[in-house]
Nanobody, 125 residues
Framework: QVQLVESGGGSVQAGGSLRLSCAAS????????MGWFRQAPGKEREGVAA???????KYSDSVKGRFTISQDNAKNTLYLQMNSLKPEETAMYYC???????????????????WGQGTQVTVSS
């Protein structure tokens, strides 16, 4: 099993920045890819960014140029630097982990069996 714990969420004004962290523990050797997803009230969960062990990265079109995903393999920690945040990006942000080699190609939630509890990001206008 893999356990994921997110941190770093909070409230920020539009245009502001936040940095999310996700600490992984347990059977982390099984993880090939990690990603960030978000879900706003009444909306479907969507992929934001994913990164695999080889450093391949995928971003959703809506965050390209503003968000940066990174990882510290030695610390088993995933990060998401979010800049120029918009009110419509208010959501619960989730960290997820996968053994799939497709996760940076498809970035679909069904490819990720392990999930954190989420951290709330609120962007005010």
């Amino acid at each position: 099993q893999v356990q994921l714990v997110e941190s770093g969420g909070g409230s920020v004004q539009a245009g502001g920045s936040l940095r999310l962290s996700c600490a992984a523990s347990g059977f982390t050797d099984s993880i090939y890819c990690m990603g960030w997803f978000r879900q706003a009230p009444g909306k479907e969960r969507e992929g934001v960014a994913a990164i695999n062990r080889d450093g391949r990265i995928k971003y959703s079109d809506s965050v390209k140029g503003r968000f940066t995903i990174s990882q510290d393999n030695a610390k088993n920690t995933l990060y998401l630097q979010m800049n120029s945040l918009k009110p419509e990006e208010t959501a619960m942000y989730y960290c997820a982990a996968s053994a799939s080699s497709y996760c940076t190609t498809l970035m679909r939630d069904y490819l990720f069996p392990y999930w954190g509890q989420g951290t709330q990001v609120t962007v005010s206008s």
